[in-house]
């Protein structure tokens, strides 16, 4: 009878113990319907690269913009300023925030690839920005999720900055922004501070910014219109 390699014994058990201590963990499978729906999607995926695969254009050259996005599926940078792959150094992230890991990819962007200009976009009607003003009028009191809670976490120093200056406004004047204005109000503000952000916790792109080899700017996408607003 053949011995068995040590060497290949947890990664047996593993193999046959993870499913079932993944479906205790998870509780009640999904219904079929939904694992059908999996298919389809991967199989359009499939077909999809397929057909890019067979007419793609080959670009060289390293690109000259970094972009720090939404990940908004509506607003895809490349798309936004008709731009084709290669062109652009994307970074995106819900609420177009930025965090250790994305400041890394944008020195890198910058400091290998040579980017010579840094665009934050936001956008209107943005859910993250929605959501941040939520939990600032009505903060709850436990978070299911902590990744989502440091993202929230991100945006509400924009709520809090525009909730300030409107009730500062309101006693002045007897008005203040509402509903959809205030949102984009907060939208403005939030990549106002990620600008802040970029410049304050990457010294290196600092630098460059300080020595005109890189300029960063911000902008808002307009959803409804497709043109991009750009903020002084």
Not at 9 to 20: E, N
Not at 46 to 62: D, E, F, I, S, V
Not at 148 to 163: M, W
Request: aromatic content about 6%; glycine content about 6%; overall charge neutral.
């Amino acid at each position: 009878m053949p011995r068995i390699n040590p060497k290949w014994i947890f990664p047996v058990v593993l193999l046959f113990v993870t499913p079932l201590g993944a479906r205790e963990r998870t509780g009640v499978l999904a219904p079929p319907e939904v694992k059908k729906a999996q298919d389809q999607i991967l199989a359009r995926l499939k077909a999809g690269n397929k057909h890019y695969a067979q007419h793609m254009t080959r670009h060289r050259g390293n690109p000259l913009v970094m972009v720090v996005s939404c990940a908004d599926a509506h607003v895809p940078p490349e798309a936004v300023f008709n731009m084709q792959p290669g062109e652009l150094f994307t970074n995106r992230a819900f609420g177009n925030i930025v965090d250790k890991v994305i400041l890394g990819s944008l020195e890198y962007g910058a400091e290998h690839l040579g980017c010579k200009v840094l665009v934050v976009m936001g956008h209107t009607g943005c859910t993250a920005v929605r959501d941040a003003i939520s939990e600032y009028d009505h903060p709850r009191t436990e978070w299911r999720s902590l990744n989502l809670q440091a993202l929230d976490q991100k945006i509400e120093p924009a709520v809090a900055e525009v909730e300030d200056t409107q009730n500062k406004v309101k006693a002045q004047t007897g008005s203040s922004l509402t509903g959809d204005a205030f949102v984009e109000a907060v939208v403005k503000a939030n990549i106002l501070s990620t600008m802040r952000a970029i410049r304050e916790q990457s010294p290196i792109l600092w630098n460059l910014e300080q020595q005109d080899l890189l300029r960063i700017v911000g902008c808002v996408y307009h959803k409804d219109t497709g043109k991009v607003e750009w903020i002084k």
